[in-house]
């Protein structure tokens, strides 16, 4: 840099009554802290959405810490998202709490650092004498116009989100270490503090990489930082710049050698597509920081065909219009250069030439979010030239207040699936995704009718979708329509899906489906497939267990359910159905143990005493038998397997008249136990033996 500033403290950053001390860095974090708790109050229970089933829920690399080389290689630029996914599951399992306390957590360190950095700001521009007012109560606001704006909901309460969250919160970070190393350097020249400061940069810099992919702009948001707030006049340390620049392209060449960065995400639209709609998608994230009305998850946003569209030349005319203002204003407006700067910089890696999955998404509005923190400062400098600050500050009060309502509002449609996709539903009406994951969520509350509805009105939309086909299958199956599960899950694999959980889950549908038709082999095929796709499928292991248990292979079955146990040592039917297994190869001590640990995990589980009373009868204890039937039957009275086993009992003791009753029973509830006729005739000629009936 050219000059070196003198430390300098203009009238707008001094103490005044001690409102400076009120809102300096102790008490505003704490409002910081209370105001967004407040607003994300009603999310902590959220239900996981969308993508949290992919990179949660059935994703078995961060159902342990013991595969931590798998998450690197698998996830190498979200490494510590994933590895924070791992530690909560660790801690809690899949229990949401966990995961939206660390998501909000990390929503608030972003604030404040907003807040630090927005302090710094106004401090450079007014020693420059760029900005003039009463500027004490800007970084306070700022950063509670940060954490309170609505359209931050989506990359705080989406759990899968904190990837963009984590990544603003060192990209935030980085820039604001930077910017105090550089500032030290042009006030004191203190090289320690300066080294120190530009340490910490790089390492936030380098945490960043390491959890999502957006940090690639930050080299150019450093020399942004240089240029604009450091820089006095046209001024301007071009070594430092082209050193950055430098950085920046050796290191993001080294990154697509390497693989770690992915220039495609799964685009289903052409290039030329992704590239002709981004400008009217960048106008649409401009309204919605400036009027956060009718968000949606999933937008169906129409796909501009060419470049020479009506609508993409305009906005495209508009964007240019912005980047010539922010040049035009760098001498005269900084703050407000900066932040058209900022904008558009942090915007490119996901709304520029690449192409991804989606053209548009809220949560990528996180980050650029800060450029619109900046306004406030703007707003209050020039305010006061009509207004008094109390009025300002009033004001500005009620905006932040209103940004909360609507924050605590819009967590209300994330609270479960069935409220968020009825939203998108209601606003993307002729999209097929919605209906497909209401429908899922209807499903998974039983309302099997209405999910039915709603996969037909996804497939009448999108004949294509794998998905659908799916998702109707397991409806069908576990609605007793085998056939009609086998035909959908058939053609779903006409479509793969692009994820290997995904295509798991229809071969475990399709295997479901013929094991209830007893076709057990092709069942055994179709798991086996599953579990080939997703290894830490519970699901796909139980039925196999199942299977194998059908077929007589009992040592198989004990190893699947042994597989389930240690994934879910509660899982009370593995438990039981081991049990069987371990009966059925006579060994009865390693049954009993299995059936013992079911009924102690749930008492009321009549199955495990049937199967109990079974192996007592095996080993000839009739008492604690008809004790373990007994219990069965005083939950489950019209069981027809206790009452059989407990006539059997009954016969076994002499007590053949209640041993009729209970085989009479048993066949009234059950007409077609043969075993329980069979019975009943052996206890009546013996009744009839010792001369007690006619």
Known sequence: ????????????????????????????????????????????LATFHFDDEGSIVNNPLVHTLSNIGGIWHR?????????????NH??????????????VLLHLGCGFFVFLLVRRIVEILSSQGRLRGDLRYAPLFAALVFVLHPVQTQAVTYIVQRATVLAAFFYLASVYFFLEGRWSQVVSGKVRNRVAFFWLSALAGLMGLLSKETILTLPFALLFVDSFLIASGKTFNWKFGLGLLLLFLAFSLAMIRLNLVSLEDAPTISQIKYISTQPQVILTYLRLAILPY????????????????????VSLGAIIFLVVLAVWLFNRERLISFGIAWFLLVLLP????????DVIFEHRMYLPMFAFSLGVVVLMARLQRITSQNMIVMSLMVVVVILGYLTFERNKVWSDEVTLWGDVVSKSPAKARGYNNRGRALAETKRFQESLADFNRALSIDPANSDSYNNRANV?????????????????????????????????????????????ERAITDFNEALALSPGHESAL????????AIGDYERAITDNTSVLQMNPGHVKSLNNRGIAYRELGKLSEALSDFNSAIRLQPTYGQAYVNRGIVWTLKGDLQRA????????????????????RGVVRFRKGDLQRAVSDFDQALSINPGLTSASIERERALKELQRRGRVN
């Open 350 to 357: 996901e709304s520029s030439i690449l192409p991804l999955a």
């Open 626 to 645: 008809e004790a373990d039937f007994n219990s069965c039957l005083a939950s489950l009275p019209r069981n027809a397997e206790a009452l059989y086993r």
């Open 476 to 520: 069908l199956v576990q609605n007793g329509y085998p056939d009609q599960a086998i035909a959908d899950c058939d053609s779903a694999l006409r479509y793969p899906p692009p994820l290997d959980y995904q295509l798991g889950m229809i071969y475990f549908n399709r295997g479901t489906a013929y094991l209830r038709k007893n076709q057990v």
């Open 75 to 87: 996830y190498p630029t979200r490494f510590l998202t994933y590895l924070s996914f791992a530690f």
């Open 294 to 313: 009718n968000q949606n998850l999933d937008y169906d946003f129409r796909i501009a065909q060419s470049p020479f569209e009506v609508g993409t030349l």
């Open 1 to 44: 840099m050219g000059k070196r500033h003198k430390e300098v403290r203009g009238p707008e950053i001094q103490k005044r009554g001690g409102a400076w001390t009120l809102f300096s860095l102790g008490p505003g974090l704490l409002v910081i802290a209370i105001a967004g708790v407040i607003a994300y109050s009603n999310s902590f």
């Open 542 to 549: 139980f039925n196999r267990a199942i299977a194998f248990a």
């Open 90 to 103: 660790r801690i809690g399992g899949l229990n949401v709490l966990g995961y939206h306390v660390i998501n």
